[in-house]
């Protein structure tokens, strides 16, 4: 039997690392995204991936993706990357990019969860969300994106309370920055560069998507089976300090 594990954000940056990882592992990645023309691009660097075009914060987009996912094969994991970033002082946040930021960060993930826990049920499968340092203490003009984050680590620990019983394991991994589209979106628009974040990590660098993939694909699997509502900071020890 096929076994395919769905990845929402798997056209980009983390997601796309965890794809590439879980296809090395003989996995069908079905990669979910809006943007057809990054998808198909994803399609294509990721050996055995489908691209289901899905806009998470649509109900019926996450309902038509799971059910074509389901129709490949077993459902064994479920990646919750799909996110967006902005930051700046409350003061100056307006309502509508407070909606948007938990349309998509919070609502949009648990929206397409609720879709696939019946398939995820059936075969025992592992869901993993990424969540941000900013959801594990404060970071500055960060009040709403390390709320939404605050709110999707809040929603993955009380999941995996109520999956237990089925078997389903659920985790959040917690990146510092991550070298990915995200990042250099961020850089362009607010400011700052890759030296500079450099100097606030113990291990001296930000991280690779890969390796963000890596602890994403160890959460997901069986080598993971004793591991449920655990939240694992990917962040060179940026937390630590
Ligand atoms: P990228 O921008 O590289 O990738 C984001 C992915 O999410 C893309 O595939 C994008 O595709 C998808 N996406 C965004 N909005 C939606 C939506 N409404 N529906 C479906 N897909 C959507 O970002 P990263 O890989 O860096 O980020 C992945 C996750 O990691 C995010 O949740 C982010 O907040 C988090 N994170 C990232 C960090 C970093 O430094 N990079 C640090 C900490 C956390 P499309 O636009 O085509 O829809």
């Known amino acids: 039997m096929i076994q395919t594990v769905i990845i929402s954000g798997g056209t980009s940056g983390i997601g796309l690392a965890a794809a590439e990882i879980l296809a090395g592992e003989g996995i069908r990645p079905i990669l979910l995204?809006?943007?057809?023309?990054?998808g198909k691009a994803a399609q294509d660097k990721v050996p055995g991936s489908l691209y289901i075009p899905c806009?998470?914060?649509?109900?019926?987009?996450?309902?038509?993706?799971?059910?074509?996912?389901?129709?490949?094969?077993?459902?064994?994991?479920?990646?919750?990357s799909a996110g967006i970033y902005t930051e700046g002082l409350l003061e100056n946040t307006t309502d509508e990019e407070i909606q948007k930021l938990f349309e998509t960060n919070v609502f949009g993930a648990m929206k397409l969860?609720?879709?696939?826990?019946?398939?995820l049920r059936s075969a025992k499968g592992s869901i993993v969300a990424v969540a941000s340092d900013a959801a594990?203490?404060?970071?500055?003009?960060?009040?709403?994106?390390?709320?939404?984050?605050?709110?999707?680590?809040?929603?993955i620990r009380s999941l995996a309370l109520e999956m237990a019983v089925d078997g389903i394991r659920a985790n959040v991994v917690s990146p510092g920055d991550i070298d990915t589209p995200l990042l250099d979106r961020q850089l362009k628009e607010y400011g700052g560069n890759?030296?500079?974040?450099?100097?606030?990590?113990?291990?001296?660098?930000?991280?690779?998507a890969a390796e963000v993939g890596e602890v994403i694909a160890f959460l997901l699997s069986e080598?993971?089976?004793?591991?449920?509502?655990?939240?694992?900071?990917?962040?060179?020890?940026?937390?630590d300090w």
């Open 33 to 38: 995204g809006r943007n057809e023309e990054r």
């Open 55 to 80: 806009d998470v914060t649509k109900k019926e987009d996450c309902e038509r993706a799971v059910k074509a996912a389901s129709s490949i094969g077993n459902i064994k994991g479920l990646v919750l």
């Open 113 to 119: 969860t609720r879709e696939a826990i019946p398939f």
């Open 136 to 155: 594990m203490r404060g970071n500055v003009q960060c009040s709403l994106y390390g709320a939404t984050k605050g709110a999707l680590t809040s929603f």
């Open 194 to 208: 890759k030296e500079e974040m450099r100097e606030w990590y113990p291990l001296d660098r930000i991280g690779k």
């Open 223 to 239: 080598k993971a089976s004793f591991i449920t509502g655990a939240i694992v900071p990917v962040d060179g020890g940026l937390t």
